[in-house]
């Protein structure tokens, strides 16, 4: 069972490869998790600071946008918080699927290329 379910996410990681046009370094980066140290890259981007709820919608979270707005301003914080509330929903949401292939896809497909490329050298 293991090595057929680690061929179904050698396939999965060829075609989301070749789907997103961009060349993730296989396997390795499909399985890597994403770390604090992610988030805060991408926390103090401002661009996706001023964006986070695009970049909720394509990580499938448009449901959660309303709930971290509303915490966010209870408690009076920063708007950056705003993407550590998302992150950590997406990552305890869907664990599996929280990888840094997915984040980066994610983030490419908002047009923060540049947050992107800056996760992209430092952990792929």
């Known amino acids: 069972p293991v090595n057929l379910e680690l061929g179904k996410l050698v396939s999965f990681t060829f075609i989301f ?4 046009n961009h060349i993730y370094h296989g396997l390795s980066l499909d399985l890597a ?12 981007n ?6 986070w709820t695009g970049l909720a919608h394509t990580l499938g979270l448009s449901h959660r946008v309303h709930g971290i707005r509303s ?3 209870i408690y009076c914080e920063e708007a950056d918080i705003c993407i550590f509330y ?6 305890g949401q869907s664990s599996k699927e929280a990888t840094l292939g997915r984040l980066l896809y994610a983030l490419r497909e908002e047009q ?13």
Do not use: P, Q
């Open 46 to 51: 401002y661009r996706v600071i001023k964006n």
């Open 71 to 73: 915490k966010v301003n």
């Open 86 to 91: 998302l992150l950590e929903d997406w990552i």
């Open 17 to 20: 490869t070749k789907l997103t």
């Open 112 to 124: 923060h290329n540049d947050c992107a490329d800056e996760l992209e050298e430092k952990f792929a």
């Open 33 to 44: 998790g994403i770390t604090r140290e992610m988030i805060s890259i991408v926390r103090r």
